[in-house]
């Protein structure tokens, strides 16, 4: 799932926080874009591994996504 994320012109980061550490206490996966919004084919990927968006918005100079694996 991180290639095929990574894999998307508008992704500039990916990054898999374990649950030991992310404050849900679930699997979440952070993305940094470089467009305004969460282009269709990042939530579509995200759809397919079974995760929800939780959080997604501006941070300085590029868009901040957060999703959480579905248990």
């Not at 990042?42 to 397919?48: A, D, H, K, P, T």
């Not at 997604?56 to 957060?66: K, M």
């Amino acid at each position: 799932m991180v290639n095929e994320l990574e894999s998307v012109p508008a992704v500039i980061g990916v990054d898999v926080v374990s649950p030991s550490v992310d404050p849900t206490d679930r699997w979440t996966v952070e993305l940094t874009l470089r467009t305004d919004g969460l282009p269709a084919v990042v939530n579509g990927i995200l759809g397919e591994y079974g995760l929800t968006l939780r959080h997604a918005g501006p941070r300085d100079d590029s868009w901040h996504g957060v999703a959480v694996v579905n248990m």
